[in-house]
């Protein structure tokens, strides 16, 4: 599922990569600045991560932490319901809501679920014909009325045909836009009320659709729909195609709500479960070197006094035991770096900064005092 991820991510490691081309151990907070920034994570957060993070190099795990914590409302728990579960799907027009009914509804089918949905956007007649030509595609039933019509009364019809047919799952459009935002909110409530009278405790789950292109604008929109109706969740589309994943940490942080799936292309089963632990991974696979490249790049970079055992041994070796240096250095995890005297060597500890001396002495070589 990981590769998911990576690749919902792709556009944004491409943006970051202007920024840090290279793979490290650790990065500096200027550095972790411009990244977190390239990425699209509003400029307040960024602040908060860095307010937040005491280490002046910032390594792969205390980066993490700071990610995922970021996230900590993204876990959803369904409530308990009645069959059939209403869903109300909301967002602005153009952030992906019909595309994202039909996979939500092909992702309830492939679990052997019934599902209905309801044509509950009559402002745009485009709107209608796009979720009824998915439904045919899909083979799932829909109700839908003609463009202007009352769309709660569309919401009770879907509502009142799944309970008499024995559906699962009902899934309602709604409108994206209305002359006002006043008039958007109050058919919106409206909705929610038609769906309670039809099915106590019905919606069951309020979904709002978000733009993943829009990035970090999108949180002044989602706050709107979250104040007028109330969301339970959020499902980010198109992330595949935007350079501006790293919006999804500030999105999660503003609203305290979960992030239920993400979008990354056209397809009814391109709709992939939200898991903010392989989100983050693939993000920060993108930054830092994995273990083995890790500890590539210390020896590399190491010291450039502190010379292979195999190299520089012989240089040392006097008329003092060979074979019992050679196993104390790779019992000690030692490299040499230079002979101090006949019975004397500095040696460094495990390829680090910390140095230190062993000596021949009472017929066996250890530390020096």
């Not at 869903?87 to 595309?99: D, F, P, Q, S, Y």
């Not at 009770?156 to 836009?177: E, L, P, W």
């Not at 909110?185 to 919606?203: D, Q, R, T, V």
């Not at 500095?346 to 070589?365: G, M, R, S």
Request: aromatic share 8%.
């Amino acid at each position: 599922m990981t590769d998911w991820f990576k690749e919902s991510l792709s556009k944004t490691v491409e943006a970051i990569k202007t920024v840090a081309p290279k793979k490290k151990i650790y990065f500096t907070k200027d550095e972790l600045e411009a990244i977190l920034l390239e990425a699209d994570v509003e400029y307040a957060l960024v602040e908060i991560i860095l307010e937040q993070t005491y280490q002046e190099k910032i390594d792969r795990e205390i980066l993490r932490s700071k990610l995922l914590a970021t996230l900590a409302w993204t876990k959803y728990k369904e409530p308990e319901y009645t069959a059939p579960f209403v869903e109300l799907i909301v967002g602005v027009n153009g952030a992906g809501k019909t595309t994202t009914i039909s996979k939500l509804a092909q992702r309830y089918k492939s679990e052997g679920k019934k599902v209905i949905l309801g044509a509950g956007d009559t402002f745009r007649a485009a709107a209608i014909e796009q979720l009824t030509l998915w439904s045919k595609r899909l083979e799932i039933p829909i109700i839908a009325s003609k463009q202007g019509h009352d769309s709660s009364a569309v919401a009770y019809d879907t509502i009142d045909s799944a309970k008499s047919k024995g559906f699962d799952n009902v899934i309602i459009d709604t409108a994206g836009r209305l002359h006002t935002q006043t008039n958007l909110a109050n058919e919106l409530k409206k909705i929610k009320l038609i769906c309670n009278k039809s099915h106590n405790g019905a919606p069951h789950r309020t979904i709002l659709i978000i733009d993943g292109t829009q990035g970090n604008s999108a949180i002044v929109q989602a706050k709107a729909f979250k104040e007028m109706i109330g969301i339970d969740g959020v499902i980010i589309t198109k992330l595949d195609g935007t350079p501006k994943g790293g919006s999804v940490f500030s999105i999660a942080y503003a609203l305290e709500i979960p992030i239920l799936y993400i979008g990354i292309g056209e397809q009814p089963e391109d709709l992939i479960p939200f898991n903010k632990y392989e989100f983050v991974d693939g993000l920060l696979d993108s930054l830092f070197l994995d273990q083995e490249e890790a500890m590539i790049s210390k020896a590399q970079t190491a010291k450039p006094e502190v010379i292979a055992v195999e190299e520089k041994i012989k240089e040392v070796i006097t008329t003092h035991d060979e074979e019992a240096l050679r196993k104390f250095l790779k019992d000690e995890r030692l490299l040499v770096v230079k002979k101090i005297s006949s019975n004397k060597i500095l040696v460094n500890y495990a390829n680090t900064p910390v140095d230190t001396h062993i000596e021949y002495k009472n017929n066996k070589w250890s530390y020096s005092n």
